[in-house]
């Protein structure tokens, strides 16, 4: 049987209500839409880390970020960690990575060298893209450190050197990661340059419930913003169309998740790193071989889930340095046991943890740790919400005292889920009490 072609569509800073899936009307996503409804969508995924470079260490050893290292942006990821490339390497698939790769040491521009690449033969790549290009300046380097311009807004000139790829390795299994930098704001202008004449038609159209309670830079900003999640959506079509056309898309199993979500300066005075839906929750799904007709996927699935699911899908070996889980046994009917809970590391705003469970979000901060400790012995209660009566955290409910056995209950949940990680044990100071308020919950709601 010939190994089956694996396609990584990874995007940065997209929010899951994107989708038309979770309740969006302006139609911005219907490749997406339709491949996972067609295939496997999973409708609770969470990123493990809501910051560019140490999620993308997650995506790729499929390892929380304290176990990578790479707890903050800017650190590189260790040439011993065992990644997605090294994987399908011994396996004698082609390996290729276009687009953003936010894993290496030498700073912000220029080519990252051959040892930081984490394993992949082919690489047209920068390090951090957004500081190495413009939306119609699309820079990446080559597999000999030669700068390359493509032409064309990014997304699509990095569309065309995809597919292009594939043609030219559709005779060998490979696997190639297309990570784009959209939808992510550009850093120089702190703005969201959607390609000309993409964002006029999302002026003063729908705003999620959370932005439009809470303000931020959203009106501004999230026209260009749907802007460039809508070509997005084109470029994916376009990988879909190309497998199509070069008879290989029965034989490939495309995989489409984010980095992180965007909270537009709402939640602190940026875009992410926050326990919160819009900075942690993003859009997954899977088509092609072992995912067809998988459905609406209910498990708390993470970004660390997604290495390991590709792996297992293509038949090859889990490695034993990986602490994620693979989806695959479920959707076989073989397992029906999966985590009760996600869990979040966050780091670079404070030093947090959070567990996000079907019903409830509980999150601590570490009150004099800096970022670079990347975990802490003592962390304070911060947030805790009812996602079932309140989807967009809009009410804090930490510290009401006729929720003060639920809040126990979640705080020796995620110290378990810690230890999991590999974490220490640590001290978690409760909040100080605040009157119960009216507040009535089913049995069935009363569930973690």
Known sequence: MKKP???LFFTDQQRWDTSSLFGNPLNLTPNYDRLAQEGTHMANCTTCQPVCGPARSCLQTGQYATETGCVTNGIKLSENATTLADVFNKADYETGYIGKWHLASHGIKGAVPKNERGGYKYWLAANVLEHESDSYDCILYNNNNEKIKLPGYRSDAMTDAAIRYIDQQKENPFLLCLSYLEPHHQNSIDDYPAPVGFREPYNNRWTPPDLAALGGSSQRQ????????????????????????????DNTILAFISDHGCHFKTRNAEYKRSCHESSIRVPCMFSGPGFE???RRKELFSIVDLMPTLIDAAGLEIPNSVQGS?????????????????L???????VGRSIRTHKWKYAVKAPNSKAVDGCSKEYEESFLYDLEADPYELENLIGIESLSEITDKLKARLIQAMIRAGEEAPNIVSANKRPSKQYEMSPELGEL
């Not at 046994?329 to 009760?340: F, V």
């Not at 979040?344 to 404070?350: A, C, L, N, T, V």
């Open 293 to 295: 007709s998988g459905g």
């Open 344 to 350: 979040i590391q966050i780091s670079e705003s404070h």
């Open 5 to 7: 072609n694996v396609i």
């Open 326 to 342: 693979s989806i695959m046994p479920n959707l076989n009917h073989a397992c029906k046991d999966w985590r009760k809970e996600a």
């Open 222 to 249: 999230l026209p260009g913003y749907y802007g460039m999640v809508k070509r997005l959506d084109e470029a994916l079509g376009r990988i879909y169309d190309s497998l199509k056309s070069l008879n290989i898309l």
